[in-house]
């Protein structure tokens, strides 16, 4: 017992690293992890008192736990059999390709990184950027829904800063998780999303087992309270247009409710912008007759150095404004559609009629829609038309611009002569040929408003006959 034993150099530096390895593994890592943990809690209690509505416990599950729990759930197994017994694979093989699913889906969020770096970083990049406006907010409702409640807002997407701007201005209520698509899966932006509480899709897969992973994650996460934000397009709007519901994540949520479980709110929001960071390249995309939108590490580069070059001198003015309205709340129990079509699509419909309704009239838009009907024209003239339809807007409680008819004419005009988009000749403001197509893009964005003002005043005529 007391002989010296001699060892080779390299046979005691083996022994010393799994000594090492045992310590941390079996003391020191569990410490550590301990430690973060009461210090999450911590973190977590302290948000939760001034939240409106408290970080959900399926919402800090750990990660590894829910991806075991949703490969596990019985119907998930249930489609691994299926799967397997359709494609003449084994079993273990489908089970794979499921966790594979599962991994890819499930997020791993942060209260940390959420509150402590995403809700600063949403607030000081929408500010930098524009200057926010809330049109129609109703907030002594909002405040009024049931705690208990599972709340999804269903947005309109006008544009990838959608994401950021409804993170900032929700930021009181809770932590909400999106749905993000397949752009966002590059390292190490999906590390950050996940941690952000986002779930990743895959917008065009039709796999029977992949859609069951998906719609379990989602009702799961449903069940459970998580408040969601979903964008009921599938996708960035090509032409300004409200474009069609698609109905995958909404007929997920309505084939899993149960009302005497947990009741489902669906908030509708609405966004729109002076200036959409996008906006040519989606109108290049619409043009072209295809939804394969993904510029160039060149061009995006460039873009980016050119808006820092344009900070560093002072040249930087801004994109105008950024309005977000909030629509009635519809309560899924109390929903009852017609029995002889599709509940789910007969919601999405209603959801995105109430989106419309609360649409934001901003001033770019507004602008672009009577320079687009009366090209060339003055502008006293436009000034004119612009104060008309502010006060019909008005007059239906729609969300509009706040300022005069004159500051509102004068502000678009100099956003969009600075771009090179109208011409001044003899007085009169025409539109160039690169810029019919992006005015177009905006007036489009409000154009059901103005349909909707000239139907009633049919029915007011009509009536008046």
Request: net charge positive; hydrophobic share 45%; charged share 25%.
């Amino acid at each position: 017992m007391t002989q010296t034993i001699s060892l080779p150099i390299w046979a005691f530096v083996l022994i010393v690293l799994f000594a090492a390895v045992t310590f941390a593994s079996h003391f020191l890592f569990p410490s550590v992890r301990w430690f973060f943990r009461k210090r999450a809690e911590r973190v977590i209690g302290k948000l939760n008192q001034r939240l409106q509505r408290p970080i959900e416990p399926f919402k800090l599950a750990r990660r590894y736990d829910m991806i075991q729990r949703l490969i596990y759930d019985p119907e998930v197994t249930q489609a691994i059999v299926d799967h397997a017994n359709k494609e003449k694979i084994p079993e273990n093989v489908a089970f794979e390709k499921a966790r594979r699913y599962a991994r890819e889906i499930v997020p791993g969020f942060s209260a940390t990184a959420y509150f402590s770096v995403g809700i600063r970083l949403a607030k000081w990049l929408s500010k930098s950027l524009y200057r926010i406006k809330l049109g129609t907010f109703d907030r002594k409702r909002l405040e009024k829904i049931d705690p208990d409640a599972t709340v999804i807002f269903v947005i309109n997407h006008r544009s990838n800063m959608d994401y950021v701007l409804v993170t900032y201005l929700a930021a009181n209520a809770g932590a909400l998780s999106y749905a993000v698509g397949e752009w966002a899966r590059v390292w190490p932006l999906s590390s950050v999303i996940r941690m952000l509480g986002a779930y990743f899709i895959r917008r065009k897969s039709r796999g029977a087992l992949y859609r069951k992973v998906l719609a379990r994650y989602v009702q799961m996460a449903t069940r459970g309270g998580v408040s969601q934000a979903v964008f009921p397009e599938g996708g960035l709007s090509l032409n300004g247009l409200l474009a069609p519901p698609r109905m995958g994540l909404l007929n997920y949520i309505v084939e899993d409710f149960d009302p005497k479980a947990r009741e489902v709110i669906f908030v509708p929001v609405a966004v729109n912008y002076d200036r959409v960071l996008e906006d040519t390249i989606l109108i290049a995309a619409d043009k072209s007759g295809t939804r394969r939108f993904k510029p160039s590490l060149f061009s995006i580069f460039g873009r980016v150095a050119r808006h820092i070059g344009l900070r560093i001198t002072g040249r930087f003015r801004g994109f105008g404004v950024a309005s977000v309205s909030f629509g009635e709340p519809l309560e899924l129990s109390k929903y009852h559609g017609d029995t002889d079509s599709d509940l789910t699509e007969q919601l999405a419909r209603e959801l995105m009629k109430r989106i419309g309704d609360v649409t934001p009239v901003v001033g770019v838009p507004l602008v672009a829609r009577h320079i687009l009907l009366a090209a060339p024209v003055t502008t006293t003239d436009l000034e004119a038309s612009v104060a008309r339809s502010i006060t019909l807007l008005k007059e239906r409680k729609l969300p509009c611009p706040r300022r005069e008819a004159h500051e509102v004419v004068h502000d678009a005009l100099s956003r969009l002569r600075g771009r090179g988009l109208l011409v001044e000749t003899n007085g009169a403001i025409s539109v160039t040929a690169e810029g019919h197509d992006v005015l177009s893009f905006y007036a489009n964005s409000i154009a059901h408003h103005f349909d909707a003002v000239a139907a009633h005043s049919d029915e007011v005529s009509a009536v008046a006959e």
